[in-house]
């Protein structure tokens, strides 16, 4: 298979900048994710690996070999893409087989192959249908199935699991896991949804504006976030960011008040998870704005000082809407950031 190097990676069309100066090594075998908000740049780094767009500056290295003006299809790379892209006069079997027609992979080896790949996405069954006649869920699998037929050292995927509703995307992920796992094939993955990358990723590559802002594990993204857009687009609910002011251990914003570090003063922000808040305490003194039940937990927002802040309460919580309410926070999981919105690791 096959490592990808990303050197100093530039893209722009006309004055507009869609990739700044990226650098990244994706390891072999790796399950890498780029996640970030619509216009971040994942996708056009996506298709800057794949060949559909040449770097305005920068070197992209693929199994050793800068692959910088080279053709897409020479590249040994296999892309799934949002839409299924099948052919629809076609049976499931040609579909898949296409690729390797195309590739002119001798005739004799189609069969096995196709099969192969059919049965590990759970199609084997359906091999004489057309798209048509299949489920999205269906569809999604042929055209994963279509991908994996040629053997690439390489996958890309972009957002392929958008079409699918919340079910569907749930066993989704849990099948390319499988499969990319079983495969042991280096996969790049473009996803705007931070479920889909926790779940799937070794890494995760989070991009704002072109730019990397972190890369780490899922744990480490979730942890250690490194600035306050990391710890605002991880989670759900996402973090709790609230401005105010600190000054000899103790910050406070309207309606809110809670220890910190000796060593940090002036305009900072704190970050609190929702399941680092709970019911009853004095760090936030405000009024129950919504109660949201969902079965296993309660999901709690609380106005105060003008400011929403998101609870996980209770499964069995409930109350009415604009009642006076306490929250207290843990102490020993709060984050605080700078006016640069770059997280404070050690303050003095």
Request: hydrophobic share 40%; net charge negative; aromatic share 6%.
């Amino acid at each position: 298979m096959a490592s990808i190097h990303l050197k100093n990676i530039v893209k722009r069309f006309g004055a507009f900048v869609g990739v700044e100066h990226m650098s990244l090594d994706i390891e072999d075998e790796e399950f890498l994710v780029l996640l970030g908000p619509s216009g971040c740049g994942k996708t056009t780094t996506m298709r800057m690996i794949a060949g559909l767009e040449e770097p305005s500056e920068g070197e992209i290295v693929i199994g050793g070999e800068v692959v910088n003006g080279v053709d897409a299809r020479d590249r040994d790379v296999a892309m799934v893409f949002q839409g299924y892209a099948l052919y629809p006069n076609m049976t499931i079997y040609e579909n898949i087989r296409f690729p390797l027609r195309m590739r002119r992979i001798p005739a004799e080896e189609h069969d096995r192959r196709i099969r192969q790949a059919a049965d590990m996405v759970e199609l084997g069954a359906f091999l004489d249908r057309k798209p048509g006649a299949l489920s999205g869920g269906q569809r999604q699998r042929a055209a994963l199935a279509r991908a994996v037929v040629r053997q690439p050292q390489v996958f890309l995927m972009d957002e392929p699991l958008s079409n699918l509703d919340a079910k569907l995307r749930a066993s989704m992920r849990v099948q390319i896991k499988h499969m990319q796992r079983h495969l042991k094939v280096t996969t790049v993955y473009v996803t705007h949804d931070q479920i889909e990358a926790m779940t799937l990723a070794d890494r995760i590559v989070i991009m704002n504006r072109g730019a990397i802002q972190q890369v780490g594990t899922p744990d480490e993204i979730y942890s250690d976030p490194e600035n306050t857009f990391v710890a605002g687009f991880i989670g759900s609910p996402p973090m709790n960011l609230i401005e105010g002011r600190a000054e000899k251990g103790r910050f406070t914003a309207q309606g809110i008040a809670a220890p910190c570090p000796a060593g940090l003063s002036g305009a900072v922000t704190l970050g609190v998870r929702p399941e680092d808040c709970h019911v009853g305490g004095d760090h936030v003194q405000g009024q129950v704005y919504g109660v949201e039940p969902t079965g296993d937990v309660t999901y709690l927002t609380v106005a105060a000082g003008g400011r929403h802040i998101e609870v996980k309460a209770a499964r069995g919580f409930r109350s009415g809407i604009d009642l006076p309410i306490g929250i207290g926070f843990d102490t020993g999981r709060l984050y605080y950031f700078g006016e640069d919105g770059r997280r404070i690791h050690d303050p003095v």
